[in-house]
């Protein structure tokens, strides 16, 4: 039977603890190094295999480094696991940050790569059940991304390579629809409060159907088939009316209109690409949105 290779991880917290307690069915967990000896215990008994460390002196070779520290942690550690001499030609040392890329891993023989989990690893043991069909941007060199590449398919992940030039900008797509739909989800929320619902918890939104209902419908279709409401029907007045009160409601919060604002521009782009109101219509919309002054 061939050798599982051993993984190692320095910062396994929400998301390497996940990702150890996955992969531990594909490799053999070795060492588990977090800032606290109590951390590095707290999270062997989460992934039910490996040692717990407490110092970068205890640290044994391993054939794969998992360096999941959050992300300004990450070079200083790759640079203090180099100082340890224990790295071989030929060893796999990645991270998984969305924003850095796998150049901050450099001046070695090593394998390296970035993989980003497209997961919000709020919850370990969640992320565990929730993992299967994760897509995976990775890039680095070609045997490195071999290799995550089949580590990750074997544990239910769709890995895919990102132009490392581009990734930034492909974190910031991954932050403005998940981070910021959140926000988005609290501020439609809160402008229901301000209209005189009591404030609901968000599994008991009113606003909850018709989300998942234009969800569904993006998913299903497209964005310019999905998109309806006043701005898909060049109804200027009634766009009017709702930068107004967001304007003057008494418990309003600055920031609504400005929100409104930058997405009903983006919105007005999304319609007269799918051509779905009148260029005049959309034009008046757009000159109002692009205004900041109270109506
Ligand atoms: N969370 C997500 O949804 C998510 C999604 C995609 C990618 N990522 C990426 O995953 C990485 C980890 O994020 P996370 O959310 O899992 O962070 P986290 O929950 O804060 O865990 C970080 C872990 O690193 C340990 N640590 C911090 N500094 C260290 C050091 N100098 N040496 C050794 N261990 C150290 C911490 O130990 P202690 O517990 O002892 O403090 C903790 O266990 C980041 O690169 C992040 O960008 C996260």
Same mark, same amino acid.
């Given at each position: 039977?061939?050798?599982?290779?051993?993984? !190692?991880c320095i910062g396994a917290g929400?998301?390497?603890?996940?990702?150890?307690?996955?992969?531990?069915?594909?490799?053999?967990i070795g060492q588990i190094l977090n800032s606290t000896a109590l951390s590095s215990q707290q999270a062997v008994e989460f992934i039910g295999t490996g040692d717990p @460390?407490?110092?970068? &002196? *205890?640290?044994?070779?391993?054939?794969?480094?998992?360096? $999941?520290?959050?992300? =300004?942690?990450?070079?200083? !550690?790759? &640079? !203090?696991? *180099?100082a340890t001499a224990i790295l071989r030609p030929g060893d796999l040392v990645f991270h998984c940050s969305g924003v850095l890329d796998s150049t901050i891993l450099t001046g070695s023989l090593m394998s390296c790569a970035s993989l980003h989990p497209l997961h919000?690893?709020?919850?370990?043991?969640?992320?565990?059940? /929730?993992?299967?069909?994760?897509p995976c941007a990775m890039e680095g060199d070609s045997a490195a991304l071999a290799k995550l590449s089949a580590l990750f398919s074997a544990? +239910?992940?769709?890995?895919?390579?990102?132009?490392?030039?581009?990734? @930034?900008?492909?974190?910031?797509?991954? @932050?403005? /629809?998940?981070?910021?739909?959140?926000?988005?989800?609290?501020? +439609?929320?809160?402008?229901?409060?301000?209209?005189?619902?009591?404030q609901p918890e968000p599994t008991d939104s009113p606003l909850r159907p018709l989300? =998942?209902?234009?969800?569904?419908?993006?998913?299903? !279709?497209?964005a310019q088939r999905a998109l309806?409401?006043?701005?898909?029907? +060049?109804?200027?007045?009634?766009?009017?009316?709702?930068?107004?009160?967001?304007q003057t409601s008494s418990v309003g919060q600055p920031v609504w209109p400005d929100v409104f604002r930058s997405l009903?521009?983006? /919105?007005?782009?999304? $319609?007269?690409? +799918?051509?779905?109101?009148g260029s005049a219509p959309l034009e008046r919309i757009e000159k109002l949105l692009q205004t900041d002054k109270t109506l």
């Open positions: 039977m061939p050798i599982s290779p051993v993984l !190692s929400r998301l390497g603890s996940t990702l150890c307690k996955l992969l531990a069915q594909q490799v053999t @460390v407490d110092n970068l &002196k *205890q640290l044994k070779a391993a054939d794969i480094w998992l360096i $999941a520290t959050p992300d =300004e942690a990450i070079a200083t !550690s790759f &640079k !203090s696991l *180099q919000s690893f709020a919850e370990p043991q969640r992320s565990v059940d /929730s993992f299967h069909g994760t544990i +239910g992940a769709r890995p895919f390579e990102i132009n490392r030039d581009q990734k @930034v900008l492909y974190h910031a797509a991954a @932050v403005m /629809s998940c981070n910021y739909l959140v926000t988005l989800l609290d501020i +439609g929320d809160n402008i229901l409060q301000a209209a005189g619902l009591e989300i =998942e209902q234009t969800l569904q419908n993006y998913y299903a !279709s497209s309806t409401g006043p701005i898909a029907r +060049g109804d200027h007045d009634t766009v009017a009316a709702h930068l107004n009160a967001l009903g521009l983006a /919105s007005v782009a999304l $319609a007269r690409r +799918g051509k779905l109101a």
